[in-house]
């Protein structure tokens, strides 16, 4: 169980053993242990409740700061056929005004729900020893023209992104590109949390 202040999440199903490490991060400690069974612990005990920080264009600096550090983000949409949300491994790409780019297979799920259906969520930050998230929501639209397709290609090779010219250039590759209609962000890596919620763009 993940214990942080708002954030409860489950790790499941994987082989047990029993080990306990305690770690400081800047001012902040932090206990990993394992229980009986099945399920990982981890709990993060901040001394200080979070801080609700700065100006909107302050936020968005801080937020493209940490999308220029991620490559990988998981990505849900839904379709027609069922309001059941489907989730999906992606990497990703980002310009200044915090858009994001993503490429997938024309025949994938997401794909044919974001046809459907624009709306589209993202968590970006999935390393455990960073303390930061960035929970993102937006509209989704494919890219259609050749040299708006190239410049997100280019994109990805700058950002020597896992998203290679294999899949890139994949005959069934297309593109899209997401606007942002809400980010929010959960810096717990410093001695007081930062909790950042972006509303206007």
């Known amino acids: 169980m993940l214990n ?14 029993r080990f306990a490490q305690a770690s400081s991060f800047q001012g902040r400690t932090a206990t990993l242990a394992q229980r ?21 264009e302050q936020n968005k600096e801080k937020i493209l700061d940490i999308l220029k550090t991620q490559k990988l983000a998981v990505i849900s949409t839904s379709g027609p056929a069922s309001p059941t949300p489907e989730s999906a491994l992606v ?21 044919e729900n ?21 929970q993102y929501e937006g509209k989704a639209e494919q890219i259609q023209a050749p040299e708006e397709i190239e410049a997100c290609k280019q994109r990805f090779r700058a950002k020597d992104s896992p998203a ?9 590759a297309i593109f899209f590109k997401v606007t ?21 763009f």
């Open 36 to 56: 009986q069974g099945d399920q990982v612990s981890f709990t993060a005990n901040v001394s200080r409740p979070p801080r609700f920080a700065g100006s909107d």
């Open 4 to 17: 942080i202040p708002g954030v409860t999440q489950s790790v499941a199903n994987r082989p047990a053993f």
């Open 164 to 172: 290679t010219d294999e899949y890139l250039d994949h005959p069934t």
């Open 180 to 200: 942002p209609t809400w980010i929010g962000c959960s810096d717990y890596s410093g001695e007081v949390p930062d909790v950042i919620e972006i509303k206007r």
């Open 91 to 111: 990497a990703f790409v980002e310009d200044d005004q915090l858009r994001l780019y993503f490429q997938t297979g024309k025949h994938t799920r997401k794909a």
């Open 114 to 134: 974001l046809q459907a259906n624009p709306h589209v969520s993202f968590v970006i930050g999935l390393k455990q020893e960073d303390m930061v998230t960035v």
